[in-house]
Every structure is written in structure tokens, then in C-alpha cells.
């Protein structure tokens, strides 16, 4: 387990930076989203080869059980912020560079009743940090872009790529390693600092 772990660290970072090569503008898609995690997955496998001879098989029971909402867990508070938010008369939407069966797990885990719009990339057509996927987000929420916060974990994703659309941007800290490149940019350790 320890080994297999040790190796999925070393894949995800490998595997972004080939996608990313591969599709220079960011396009996304389910079959995008999905090859993507079948290249991601062989690559975590190829040191061990029974898992490897097996790799299709444990790809699709993976796929069956993330693309449900009880693999997840919200942060603690998830509910009450999102649903604080709303009585405050905040529009709140998700964007996110997944496939589009974030929209059942957010449905199955109640918290896509709490936003006013979610956005994948695969129904933007673009990953985040690409502008595309930003201004159908805008749209959604119904603001000029100066007046939207963007909030994300991400700095070159969420932070950069939401500044680069003309929105404001808070990062989210996860970890002692996260400090960001521009100290001018709001930073929370915890959503529930948003209602602050």
C-alpha cells in the first residue's frame, strides 16, 4: 500500500504535465476527463503487474464508485457555509476541471441545491486555467466579472486563471507549502473564513 501510494504522488504530477502537453488549450470533455484518468491509473500500475494485467478491470470499479456522491465527503461546515452564503443573498456556483458526474455527486452529497449553477470543465469545454471555462461561469452567476470571487486551492488554476478573466480571486491554503507566489492576494485556511 505504502509503495503503491509512494507511486500515485509520483504519477499525478507526470500525468497533468503530459495532458497538459497534449492539449495546449485546455480542451476538456467526459472522454477527455476519462482518458485522462486511464493514463493517470496505467501509469500508477505499471510497477506492479498484477495490477497492471488488471488495469482495465480496476479502472472501470474506480469509475463506478468516484462518480457516486458516497466516495465523498464535503469539508465539515460545507452545508451551513453554502447555505449561510445563500441567505446572505450571495450567488454561489462550483468550477470545476471535472466530468460532468460532479453534477450527481453534488446532487447525492445535497449540495448542488445550495449553488445557483455548477460548471465542469467538461461542459465548458476548457479547463481551468483557460478563460473559456471563466466567462461561461460569469454568465452563469449573472455579475461583470470585477464584481465575482473566485475561491480556489490552486494557484496557477483557480488564482491566476480567475485574475486573468478580470475576476477577484482567494486561495484557499492547504497545507504549510501552499504559500502563494503574491502575497497581495487574500488567502483563508478554511471556507467557513469567507463569512468573516
Known sequence: EQEFRARLAEAWPKATSEYRSAHLDLESSDELERDAWRRFTRMAAEPFPELLRRHEEWLQRLFR???EAP????Y???HELLAQLRRRGV???VVSNWHTSLHQILEGLALKPLCHFVLT???AGRKKPHPRIFEQAVRLAGFDPGDIVHVGDSWD???EGARAAGLEAIFVRR???A???DPGVPQIDRLAQLLD
Open 91 to 93: 450567488v454561489v456556483g
Open 71 to 74: 466516495a465523498w465527503r464535503p
Open 65 to 67: 464508485h468516484f462518480d
Open 157 to 159: 488554476d483557480d488564482v
Open 121 to 123: 470543465s467538461a461542459d
Open 179 to 181: 504559500a502563494p507566489p
Open 76 to 78: 465539515p461546515g460545507a
Open 175 to 177: 497545507g504549510p507549502s
